[in-house]
Structure formats: structure tokens, C-alpha cells
């Protein structure tokens, strides 16, 4: 089974300050880590490689050749083979020429793998579109927001949590998944696998190599304009019963509930 | 215009601010605070207290936890207000980079300007200043005074390596500029300063990591006489620091079953000509234990990954990739580990600056474990503190100091965690009382592995220092002749012994 693991080099978060004005992120001196819901979708990918024979993962990347530290770490925590998407055309690239870019990356090195697993969005942008534009271009359906996989009679399984359900869906493969959440506490890799991480050659590819139009890549291929960046505050509204009005309370609670 | 017009200043409060440190030492008490804002007022109320016979304390940041900064009677100088850095500049000599500061400012100001201001060295390295003692929040000043140094240090040194001049206040308020390289003590041992000549202290200095005492050595540097005094000589107000290149960093905890298999891999790892180990630190089995415990109980508190149970001892390194890459390090590690038949032992490693981040916050979670459990202890028996050592010794008695530590702390019966700076043969033992006598019992065993520490040609404090609560100890590191060749020189500089009292050595015994 061949699974494409998609991973994006971010800012911390933690460390990083947006600019009130222009509404975007102030990247100099920050350093870089692996987008945590990425490290999900690798630790899935890796549990299916434990559970099943013959799985190979490869992690994709589009990045500057920096972003090679994190294709070391998915290297580390499992991945058999890593891909860097690196050419200065990709420059400026939006979610579509993102996402044209690594389909053909994908296409390239290893064609249409059985799943691709993807984080549900990356904690720099938040615009969650790069997956299901992946799985549009590669027209294999897509599973959102999962948290447990498993393979049963050659298709995916998916325990999926959206907003306030939890589903469970089944798909045939091809299959693209978008991983929602994971374990807090990340994996370390030892002396061995960072052995092995740092000895494999990483392959990298121009537009060339992948096979990429040249329409469809970089600033030319990104149709997006951002107009204005701001920050949407939620407004849920509290209700408060006490001993006075418990009743109607618990009757207001079993119509959520039921609902 | 007296000095009371001139300077900031304020009488002590009964608040206890600038009358304690973190030493918790009690009973400090002080009539006022300067704040002076640079040499010169400083050199001011220096001479106000010779003339008036007033004895004072300098007070940096407070972070020693000897006592050196706790005043007893008199005036405190706080340092705190003289706060300005200068710009980074190259010593073509040298041929490496250095920055001026003021002697109030913190370790962490020093790290946060150099990053916000993005210095790079002509290869497009950032710099940094590697004196990294924990405590960033302590002053430069006081890194001076205490030769502070660290897990660092054992590739980089202590303090006295990174400084490259001082400005100094004499304690009769003369005002001097010591720049390294410039004067030496002759054969006989004399040095001279402002003119008039001293002869550097009689002692011999332990051949390994030590803040014991003054600091002697053959034709030895005038400037370190002073760095690592405890501010008994003078007053320090201005200090240039050498940068060195940061390279990125490769992080490894490697797991071992037992002590034995821990000591030799750390011999290993520092007989290695070309790893060049930045730090390498060590956690025994009581101390994994009760931070296994403490993840178990709380995840959030250690962000790691499980330790499997088989595994007792922890030992932390981390390499700086200047001549080696992962790839090659990894390789020295496995030949290591083949060489000690430790290959099923399990490893934890990092290279992202986050990762290499969890991997300090959990190597420096136990101690922090350890005074939250007396802090427990505390609300039962207020009287009771942590005993920790502070104690090492040259290589060839290391072993010996280990096996000491386990024979008499086991028959003890107490309860105890080891870690620390195992690359400098510096382990720090952590003897918990659970209640009085456990106490007692403790100080007993303090001074007896202090007194075999001694007798194995080490140092009965190798980073915290003296200050006022450890006198006894150096006078059983040095015996009483060593304490007078000592004196002879607080003497010279400081006739009136108006200067931090009672730091090193006792006032009242001064002659």
C-alpha cells in the first residue's frame, strides 16, 4: 500500500506576532516547525505501516530548501521517502497552485498512491483548502477531520469528528483523509531512526521534474486576492439555571441533547 | 549636593526587597538603597562609605543562592538601575566579536538584544553568549562576581572565559578599567594595581571545575582576581563579553539500565576527540523515578513520551554541529554504544530548536520536582530545606566520589535524587529530609562527602560559591593558612572591610 503523507513547514505559533495592519504574519526570526496537524496525519500514516504489510509513505513537501528539517523529521518518525517540491516559479503560490503543485509532485514520483493523508489545514494560513483541491485535481474522494483509520476488506474505515458529530465513513480507495487531532504528545525520534532520516536522499523536484504547467504554478497560477484579514470572534450566548428555574432547565438540556 | 540629593535612593522597607536572595538566607537588614546609574555615582557613595565608615553590599539581580547579596547592617548598592548595552563589535586581534554592557544587565537582555537585533558574524552565524548558568534572570554583574557557569561550561568554560575587560569600583572608590591580556603576576606572585603592588594568594587551586575561593594561579591574569570573587575586591559596573558563533544544535537523551553502564558511557562520550560535547548531564534512578511519577500523574507537566520501565538512569548531551553534521554523530554514538554493549539501551533525539526545547524543560523539570516535594514537606516541618552538594572533582576520582555518594547515602537511609553536570565530574546530590532528624542527619552526611570531596583533590563548591552560609567549607577546602593568604588580599584592597561582608569569610574573623 502506498500512502503520500503532505506536510507543510509553519512559523511557531507560539513565538510569532501579526501585523495589525497588513493582517499578516511576521515571519522573520521565528523559526520553523512541522504543522502539527500534519504530524497527525504522519502518526496515522505510520500506525497503518505497523498494522498492515507493505505500506510505503512518502512525505511530500512544496517549500524553499529549508524546509528540508521537516522532511528530516518525517523521515525520523517513519516516513520511507521524502519529496521536496522546490523551484523558485513556485514563489507566491496560493492554495490552488499549492495544491496543482503537489498533485503533480504526487503524480510524478509515485502516481496516484492508494491514501493520501493530509492535516486538516496549516496553522500559518488556516485556509484548510489545500486537500480537498488535491483530491478535486486527482478526482479520489475526500474524509475530513478523522482521528482513528482502519483497513477493512480493501477499504478505509474513518472515525471522523465534525463540529459536534462524530461519523464513521468508509471509502474505496484511492481516498484522500484530512486529520483533525492527535496525541499532544509528540514522538521523539532515537539515535536509529535519525540514523536513518539523515542518511536518505531527499528528492527534489523543479516545476520541470513534476511535470508542472507553468500557468498553474506560482504567483501566474493563483487566482486568489486577499482582501482583508480579520479576526472573527464567536458569540455564544451562556444560559444560567439554578434552583429556581431547574426544571425548565433540564428541559432546555434534553432538546440539545436530542437534537 | 550630597549623594542622598544625587542619587536614587530609599530607605530598606520592611518588605525584605534587596534584603534577601535566593539562598532564603534570613536576618538581612540594611539602613538604605542606592540605585546609582553608572560608575561614577557609584564610585560616590563607595567613597561616602569609606569616609563614614559605612560598610555596604552590592546587590545585582538576587539570584545567588549563597547569600552573597544579603546585606547585614549598612548600605546596599543596587546595580539594577545601570542597564545599557552597546553594539556589538569585531577585536581584529582577537579576530572575534564582543559587546559592552552594563553590569545590571540580564542574561536574558543580552540573549533577547542580540536576537531582536540579528547579529550575524561575517559567515552568517548568529551570535550568542554562551554563559548559560539556568538562571537567565541574573545579572551580568553577578555572573562576574560569581564566575557563574552551568551544564555549558563544559565546552565552553565559566564566565572568566567570555570576558574580555571590566570596569571596576575599588572598594576605596577608585575607579578601574582591567582589560584582559595586560598585566600578569610576575614569578614571585606579585601583581600590581593603581600602583601599588599585592602579592596574589598562596593556594593551590583544585584541577577541576571550581568557585571556591579567590582564584590563584601562576602569572595569572590580573582580571581574575576578580571574576569569581563574590565581590569582596570591587564593585563590577562594566563588562565586555566575547560572542561566540551559534551553530545549530543536536540534542540526545540516551537511556541506560544502570549507573555503571551511564558512568561509561559518559567517559565515552568525553574521551571522543570530535563530538566536543556542549554539555553532558546525568539523571540517576531516584531522579528518573520520581519525574516518571510526576509524568504519570500530571501529562502536562512533562510533554514526553513514556520512558520504558527497564531503563533507570538518563544522560543528556548536546552536540553543536560546527565540524560534525547529524549523520556523522549518530555514526560516533552507534560506534559508542557497540563498543559498551548498550545497543538495546533507547534514545530520544532532536534538531528542531522546539524539540531541542522539550528536551531541556524536561532535563531541568527535576529539580524543580524536587523543591516542590519539600516545599510539601515544608508545611509540616517549616525547619526543613533541601541539601543539595555543590561538590567535584578531577576525573581520575570520579568514580571513587560516586561510589562514596551511593555507599554512604544508601546506609543513610534518606531519601535523595543525583543529577547534574556528570561531563564535569559535578553532580549535584539532592538529600531530601522528610522531617527533622532527617535533617540532622543530612548536614552530617553533607560534611562528610564534602570532606572526602577535599580529600580526592576536589572542590567543595564548583558553580554556587560561598557567599555566607558555606565558610566552614572552604576553610576544610583550603585549611586555615589558605584562608589568610586570602584575607591578606581583602585586606589590601579593602582595609576598612567595608565591601560585601562577610562573603567568602568571616567579617569577625578578619585580622
Not at chain 1, 47 to 76: N, Q
Not at chain 2, 174 to 190: C, L
Not at chain 2, 288 to 305: A, G, H, T, V
Not at chain 2, 488 to 494: A, L, S
Amino acid at each position: 500500500m502506498n500512502i503520500a503523507v503532505l506536510i507543510k513547514q509553519v512559523p511557531r505559533t507560539d513565538r510569532i506576532k501579526i501585523d495589525h495592519e497588513t493582517g499578516t504574519l511576521i515571519r522573520s526570526g521565528v523559526e520553523s516547525i512541522l504543522n502539527p496537524y500534519c504530524e497527525y496525519g504522519l502518526d496515522l500514516a505510520v500506525e497503518l505501516k505497523k498494522r498492515f504489510a507493505d505500506v510505503k509513505i512518502t512525505a511530500f513537501t512544496m517549500g524553499p530548501v529549508s524546509s528540508e528539517i521537516v522532511l528530516r523529521r518525517a523521515l525520523a518518525l517513519g516516513a520511507d521517502e521524502a519529496v521536496l517540491l522546490n523551484d523558485k516559479a513556485f514563489a507566491g503560490s496560493d492554495c490552488r497552485a499549492t495544491a496543482y503543485t503537489l498533485s503533480r509532485g504526487i503524480l510524478a514520483v509515485t502516481g496516484v498512491p492508494d491514501i493520501i493523508i493530509c492535516g486538516k489545514q496549516a496553522v500559518d494560513g488556516d485556509t484548510a483548502q489545500v486537500p480537498g483541491e488535491v483530491s478535486s485535481i486527482l478526482n479520489i474522494p475526500v474524509l475530513p477531520y478523522v482521528t482513528q483509520v482502519n483497513c477493512i476488506d480493501g477499504y478505509l474505515e474513518v472515525r471522523s469528528e465534525i463540529e459536534n458529530e462524530l461519523l464513521t465513513l468508509r471509502s474505496e480507495l484511492p481516498v484522500l483523509i484530512t486529520v483533525g487531532s492527535g496525541s499532544n504528545i509528540r514522538r521523539m525520534p532515537s539515535i536509529d531512526d535519525v540514523s536513518r532520516a539523515f542518511r536518505k536522499k531527499i528528492t527534489v523536484l523543479s516545476a520541470k521534474d513534476a511535470g508542472c504547467d507553468s500557468s498553474n504554478i506560482g504567483l501566474k497560477g493563483s487566482p486568489t486576492r486577499v482582501v482583508k484579514i480579520e479576526t472573527v470572534v464567536s458569540k455564544g450566548k451562556c444560559r444560567i439555571f439554578n434552583e429556581k428555574n431547574l426544571s425548565e432547565g433540564l428541559d432546555y438540556f434534553s432538546t440539545i441533547i436530542y437534537k | 549636593m550630597t549623594i542622598f540629593d544625587e542619587i536614587t535612593n530609599r530607605a530598606a522597607g520592611s518588605d525584605g526587597e534587596y534584603l534577601c536572595d535566593e539562598s532564603r538566607l534570613s536576618g538581612g537588614n540594611a539602613v538604605r538603597i542606592f540605585f546609582p546609574e553608572n560608575a561614577l555615582q557609584t564610585s560616590q557613595i563607595v567613597k561616602y562609605c569609606n569616609q563614614e565608615i559605612i560598610p555596604f553590599t552590592v546587590y545585582g539581580k538576587g539570584t545567588g543562592i549563597t547569600g552573597g547579596a544579603v546585606p547585614f547592617g549598612g548600605f546596599v548598592i543596587s546595580i539594577e538601575k545601570m542597564k545599557n548595552s552597546g553594539a556589538v563589535s569585531f577585536d581584529k586581534d582577537a579576530k572575534k566579536f564582543f559587546l559592552k554592557v552594563d553590569a545590571g544587565v540580564t542574561l536574558n537582555d543580552i540573549k533577547e538584544f542580540l536576537h531582536r537585533k540579528e547579529y550575524f558574524d561575517m559567515t552568517g552565524y548568529e551570535l550568542f553568549y554562551p554563559v548559560d548558568p539556568t538562571e537567565m534572570g541574573a545579572s551580568i554583574g553577578g555572573t562576574v562576581a560569581t564566575n557563574a557557569s552551568g551544564a555549558s561550561s563544559f565546552r565552553y568554560g565559566p564566565t572568566r572565559n567570555w570576558i574580555k575587560s571590566l570596569e571596576i569600583i575599588l572598594p576605596d572608590g577608585e575607579i578601574a578599567v582591567i582589560k584582559r591580556g595586560e598585566q600578569f603576576a610576575d614569578d614571585n606572585g606579585s601583581m600590581e594595581i593603581n600602583g601599588k603592588h599585592f602579592l596574589i594568594p598562596d593556594i593551590k587551586m583544585p584541577e577541576c571545575k571550581n568557585a571556591a575561593g579567590l582564584y590563584s594561579r601562576k602569572n595569572m591574569d590580573l582580571i581574575d582576581i576578580f571574576i569569581g570573587s563574590e565581590g569582596i575586591l570591587g564593585i563590577v559596573t562594566g563588562v565586555e563579553i566575547w560572542l561566540e558563533r551559534k551553530y545549530p544544535s543536536f540534542s540526545m537523551i540516551k537511556f541506560l539500565k544502570n549507573e555503571h553502564k551511564a558512568l561509561e558511557f559518559v567517559k565515552m562520550l568525553k574521551k571522543n576527540k570530535e563530538l566536543d560535547p556542549v554539555f553532558i548531564e546525568y539523571v540517576d534512578e531516584r531522579g528518573l523515578e520520581m519525574l516518571r511519577k510526576k509524568r504519570n500523574r500530571d501529562r502536562s507537566s512533562i510533554n514526553i513520551p513514556e520512558i520504558e520501565p527497564e531503563f533507570k538512569t538518563a544522560v543528556f548531551f548536546d552536540i553543536a554541529l560546527d565540524k560534525l553534521g547529524v549523520a556523522e554523530v549518530s555514526d560516533i554514538v552507534d560506534e559508542i554504544e557497540e563498543k559498551l554493549n548498550v545497543r538495546d539501551a533507547f534514545s530520544w533525539c532532536a534538531w528542531e530548536e522546539i524539540e531541542i526545547e522539550r528536551i531541556r524543560a524536561f532535563r531541568h523539570a527535576l529539580p524543580e520536582t524536587v523543591n516542590t516535594y519539600i516545599s510539601e514537606i515544608k508545611k509540616i516541618y517549616p525547619e526543613i530545606h533541601k541539601l543539595g552538594t555543590d561538590l567535584a572533582v578531577p576525573d581520575e576520582n570520579f568514580e571513587m566520589m560516586t561510589a562514596f555518594y551511593h555507599d554512604i547515602l544508601d546506609r543513610s537511609g534518606l531519601n535523595y535524587v543525583v543529577f547534574g553536570h556528570i561531563g564535569n565530574n559535578h553532580l549535584h546530590i539532592n538529600i531530601i529530609p522528610e522531617n527533622v532528624e532527617d535533617l540532622k542527619k543530612g548536614f552530617e552526611i553533607y560534611k562528610k562527602l564534602a570532606g572526602y570531596a577535599v580529600e580526592l583533590k576536589g572542590t567543595v563548591s564548583a558553580e554556587h560559591g560561598i557567599g555566607k552560609i558555606k565558610h566552614r567549607y572552604l576553610v576544610e577546602m583550603y585549611g586555615e593558612n589558605g584562608i589568610s593568604e586570602m584575607k591578606r588580599v581583602k585586606f589590601f584592597f579593602d582595609p576598612g572591610y567595608l565591601l560585601n561582608r562577610n562573603n567568602m569569610f568571616e567579617y569577625m574573623e578578619m585580622k
